[in-house]
C-alpha cells in the first residue's frame, strides 16, 4: 500500500515501523473525527468549483458508508496501511477511482491530523465534563444528606476543628466547579478550527475555511496558518492541565477516602461488595477501587510535564515530535473517565459514622468555639485565647455541647444552592448542543 507522502521509492521496513510506532490501534480512535473533517472539507471543495455536485455526493455517501462501519465497531485499518487517513483515502479511491483521489486536495497530512485531533479532543472534554458532574451531583446529594453530622477537621494532622461529612463532600462538589473552568479552556482553545492551514503555509487553492468552520461546529477559525499548525503540542498541553486539575481532585478525595476508611480513623466504611480482601488475612475490606483511582490519577497529572518537555524545544513548523503526545493523551481520557464514573458509583454507597466526637481524642476541638464565646461576651480576643489555653494546660476545659457555626460556607451554612448554581453556569458554558446540531446535520444523507 503506498503512503499519502510516497514518491515511488519504498521505505526501509524498520523506518516505517519505527515511524509509524503505534498510530494504526491509536487512529482507530480518531476514525469518526477524520471522516467528519473529510465530510466537511469535500462540501468545500464542491463550494470552490474542485469537485462537481455528483462528485460530493458519491464521496459524501461512501463517507457516511465508512462511517456507520465505525460506529459499528467494523472498521479497521488493514495491514500495510500506514493510518486512518490513508485508510479512508484507499477505501474511497477503490470505491471511486478518481473522485476519491481528488478529495485531498488543498489538504495536508498534517491539518488533517490537527483537525481530527481537535475534534477528537473537543468530543473527549464533553465525555469527561459529563462524568464530572455526575460526580458533583453525588457529592451534593450526600453532602445534602449528611450536612449535620459532625467529624473532626485536621490541620498539620492535628485535631484542630469540628466539621461535618456535609462540609467534606461539598468541598470535592465546589472544587470540581473550579475545575470546569479550566476544561472550558481547553475545549474552547479545540473548538478553533485548524482545516485549511495544509502543512503550516496555507496553499494556493482558495478555500473557504469559514465554511468548514460552520460545518463542523466550530467556534471560530485559527486564522493564521502558521498558529494553526503549532497548536499541535500546545493543544495537548493545555489539555493535560486541565484534565490535571480535575484528577487532582479526585485523587485528594481517593486520599481521604482510604484514609477515614482505616481503623484508625473509622469515620466510614462501605459494602463489602465494593472492597477487596486479602488472600491470607481474613479480616480484610480493602480499599482498592479509590487506591487505583489516586494511582490513575497521579499519573495524569504528571501529563502536562511529559508534554511540555516534547514541544519545550521546537522550533516553528510541523515535527514529527508530536505524534508521541496521542497515546498517553488519549489513555488519560480513558483513565479519568472510569474514575470518574467508579468514584461516583462507590461513593453513593457510603456508610458514615455519627459518634465520632464523641472520642475523647477530640475533647479539645470546640476550644475555638470556646474562645469565640467569650469574644462574643466582651472579652478581647487574645485575653480569651490565653483563657481557654490556659484551661486546656490546666485539663479543667470542657467542651461546648453546640457547635453553631452560620456564615456563608461554614458546617451551618452549606450554601448547596449556590454552588449547585455555580455549576449550572459553567456547565452551561459549553456549547455542547450547537456542536451536536452542528455534526448531526453533516451526517445527514
Known sequence: MKKLWEKGISINREIEEFTIGGDRELDLSLARYDILGTLAHAAMLRSIGILSVQEQEDLKGELLNIYRRVEEGKFSIEPGVEDVHSQVEKTLTEKLKDTGKKVHTGRSRNDQVAVDLHLYIRDEIRKTVMGARDLFNALMLLGKEHQGALMPGYTHFQVAMPSSFGLWFTSFAEDITDDMILLQGAFRLANLNPLGAAAGFGTSIALNRRMTTELLGFESLRYNVMHAMMSRGRLEKITAQSLASLAGTLARLAGDVIMYMGQNHDFISFPEEYTTGSSIMPHKKNPDVFELIRARCNRIRSLPTEADLVISNLPSGYHRDFQVLKENLMK???????????????????????????????????????????????????????QVASQIRNQTFTPENSIEHSHEGSLGNLCLE????????????????????????????
Do not use: W
Request: net charge negative; hydrophobic share 40%.
Open 332 to 386: 488519560a481520557f480513558s483513565d479519568l473517565q472510569v474514575c470518574l464514573h467508579m468514584a461516583e458509583k462507590v461513593i453513593l454507597q457510603v456508610n458514615i459514622r455519627e459518634d465520632i466526637l464523641d472520642d475523647p481524642v477530640y475533647r479539645h476541638i470546640s476550644s475555638v468555639d470556646k474562645v469565640n464565646k467569650l469574644v462574643m461576651g466582651g472579652t478581647p480576643f487574645r485575653e480569651a485565647y490565653r
Open 418 to 445: 449556590e454552588i449547585r448554581q455555580k455549576m449550572d453556569e459553567r456547565m452551561g458554558s459549553f456549547p455542547f448542543e450547537k456542536v451536536n446540531n452542528a455534526l448531526q446535520k453533516l451526517l445527514e444523507d
